[in-house]
């Protein structure tokens, strides 16, 4: 079997290219480590998605936003309101 090249990497780390992706309960509490909504909107950004990045509590989906912009992907934080 061989080796796949660096192009071929790249390509299949974009499979979200051209999408766009909302993840609601995107935020975070202190101290709570790695959730899975926040872990969930790096993982696409690294795939190549725009990411919005929804909670109940903006500053917290924002965090998670700047996460993400700092791993060079495009996040926008909303907040959900009932």
Do not use: W, Y
């Amino acid at each position: 079997m061989g080796q796949r090249s660096e192009s071929d990497r790249h390509e299949s780390r974009m499979r979200l290219k051209g999408k766009t992706a909302i993840i609601v309960g995107a935020g975070q509490s202190p101290g709570s480590g790695m959730g899975n909504g926040r872990a969930t909107c790096l993982r696409f950004a690294q795939e190549g998605a725009k990411v919005m990045a929804v909670d109940r509590e903006l500053a917290l989906a924002e965090e998670t936003a700047v996460l993400v912009r700092k791993e060079g992907g495009d996040c926008f934080a909303f907040e959900a309101t009932s």
